[in-house]
C-alpha cells in the first residue's frame, strides 16, 4: 500500500445530554441533541429536555463516548440505554448499570478518567502504565491495522527513518497527533507512585477493592521488592488475584479510551489550526460562535460519611472544589452537575451567587456572563438517601460547561 492508500480513522462517536449521533469526523459541523430548560421554582433547580440541531463540537468526551471507545460497551447499548434514559430522571450510567450491561465499578473508572480529557494538554497527562512502542499504541486505539503497521515498518526498513516520521509521511498520523503519543509514551515511564486513573493503583481503590492507605503501603514495598504492584497487592493479602485481573482489563479499556480521545483532540487542534491558516489568506466576514471551557483548579478527592453525618441525615464539605470557567458567550452559559453516588438523594451547591439544589442526580445552572474568566470556590451540602451508609466514597460530583 502506498502513501494514498486506504489511511482509516476511527471515527468518534458524539454523545450530548440524552442524544447520540454516529458517527462524525473531528473538526466538522455535527448532528448533536441541545438542552432546553425547564425549572423547577421550588427548588431552583433545572431539568433539560432536548432537541436536534447541528453545531460544532468543542473538545471534550462525554462519557458514553468514552465507554463505547474503550470496549466497555457497544454503541447500541448506549443508544437503548438514551432512549430509556427519556422516560427515567436517572443518568446514563445508572440506566446502563440498571440495564445490566456495565458494571458499576467499571463506570466509576470511566467517569474518574473522564476529567481528564476535557483537553489535549490533560489527556497526554493521564498516561501512566509500562511504556508502549508507538505502533502498539496506534493498533490498540484502532487508528491503524496490522497491514498499516507492517507497511510502515517495512518502510523504515528500508529508508532508515523514525517510525513516526513514517507514519506522517504516509499520512497515518499528523504531526499534533504524533507528538501528543511522544509525550504520552514519555508519560508512562513516569514513578508508579504519582496519582492517575489509568493506574492499577488508583483503578482498585476506585472499584473498592483496596484503601488509599493499603495503596500507599504497598507503593512502599514495591519500591523495596521491584515486584509487580499485583502482586504485592496478593502477598498482602488486600486483594484476591481475580479482582487484580479485573483491574488490569479495566485499566487496558481505559487505556484505549485515552488513546481515542488523545488521537481526537489532536485532530481538532490541526482542524483549528487549518482554519487560522485559511483565515490569513481570504478576508471574508465572519460570526465568532459562542464558546466555554472549565478548568478545575483543585478538587476532593473522596468523601467521608460518619455515623453522625447519617443521624443528620447530610454531609457539609466546605471549599470541595475551585473552577475557572472562560467563555465569549454574553448571554451567559450553563454549569452541568452530575451525582453518580446512590447514597446522596440531593446536593446543594453554594458558590454560584445562590444556593443552588440537584435533584435527582442531576441539574443544570444558568449563570450570566461576568467576565471572559470567572473562578468560583463551590461548597456543597450533601443530603443522604436511606441506603447511605459509613465510609469512604469517591468524589462523586462531575460538572461540565456549555454556552447558551
Not at 472499584?207 to 514495591?222: C, M, N, P
Not at 464539605?317 to 452537575?337: H, K
Not at 456572563?369 to 465510609?391: C, D, Q, T
Request: with cysteine; hydrophobic share 40%.
Amino acid at each position: 500500500m502506498g502513501g494514498n492508500g486506504d489511511k482509516r480513522i476511527r471515527g468518534n462517536t458524539t454523545f450530548c445530554g440524552a442524544g447520540i449521533d454516529l458517527p462524525a469526523p473531528a473538526g466538522t459541523m455535527e448532528s448533536i441533541r441541545m438542552f432546553r430548560l425547564t425549572k423547577n421554582r421550588d427548588t431552583n433547580t433545572y431539568g433539560a429536555e432536548t432537541t436536534a440541531m447541528a453545531l460544532p463540537i468543542k473538545a471534550g468526551r462525554y462519557i458514553g463516548q468514552i465507554l463505547v471507545d474503550g470496549g466497555f460497551l457497544n454503541a447500541r447499548d448506549v443508544e437503548l440505554a438514551l432512549e430509556e434514559q427519556k422516560n427515567s430522571n436517572e443518568l446514563l450510567g445508572q440506566v446502563l448499570t440498571r440495564m445490566g450491561v456495565l458494571d458499576p465499578t467499571e463506570l466509576k473508572a470511566a467517569l474518574s478518567v473522564q476529567e481528564h480529557l476535557g483537553n489535549l494538554e490533560d489527556a497526554v497527562k493521564a498516561a501512566a502504565g509500562v511504556r508502549r512502542m508507538l505502533g502498539t499504541l496506534l493498533l490498540q486505539a484502532g487508528h491503524i491495522n496490522e497491514e498499516q503497521l507492517e507497511e510502515a515498518l517495512a518502510e523504515q526498513k528500508r529508508c532508515g527513518e523514525r517510525l513516526g516520521e513514517i507514519f506522517v509521511r504516509l499520512g497515518y498520523l499528523t504531526e499534533k497527533q504524533l507528538n501528543a503519543l511522544i509525550d504520552f509514551q514519555q508519560g508512562q515511564s513516569g514513578a508508579e507512585s504519582s496519582s492517575s486513573p489509568l493506574r492499577l493503583g488508583d483503578i482498585l481503590v476506585s472499584a473498592g477493592h483496596i484503601s488509599r492507605e493499603q495503596l500507599d503501603e504497598a507503593l512502599r514495598k514495591q519500591t523495596l521488592s521491584r515486584k509487580r504492584l499485583g502482586e504485592v497487592l496478593i502477598e498482602e493479602g488486600y486483594v484476591e488475584p481475580v479482582h487484580v485481573g479485573h483491574g488490569i482489563r479495566v485499566q487496558q479499556k481505559l487505556l484505549t479510551a485515552v488513546l481515542v480521545a488523545i488521537l481526537s483532540l489532536a485532530s481538532m487542534t490541526d482542524a483549528q489550526a487549518d482554519q487560522k491558516a485559511a483565515s490569513a489568506h481570504l478576508k471574508v466576514s465572519a460570526t465568532v460562535l459562542p464558546y466555554t471551557s472549565l478548568n478545575v483548579l483543585n478538587r476532593s478527592r473522596s468523601l467521608e460519611i460518619t455515623e453522625a453525618d447519617i443521624s443528620r441525615g447530610y454531609v457539609d464539605i466546605r471549599a470541595a472544589s475551585s473552577v475557572e470557567v472562560t467563555t465569549n458567550a454574553r448571554e451567559g452559559y450553563y454549569l452541568a452537575f452530575e451525582c453518580f453516588e446512590s447514597a446522596f438523594r440531593q446536593v446543594r451547591v453554594d458558590g454560584l451567587g445562590r444556593t443552588t439544589t440537584i435533584a435527582s442526580g442531576s441539574g443544570i445552572v444558568p449563570m450570566p456572563h461576568s467576565g471572559k474568566v470567572v473562578r468560583m470556590e463551590l461548597s456543597y451540602r450533601f443530603i443522604l438517601a436511606e441506603n447511605a451508609k459509613p465510609g469512604s466514597y469517591p468524589w462523586p460530583m462531575t460538572i461540565s460547561v456549555m454556552p447558551m
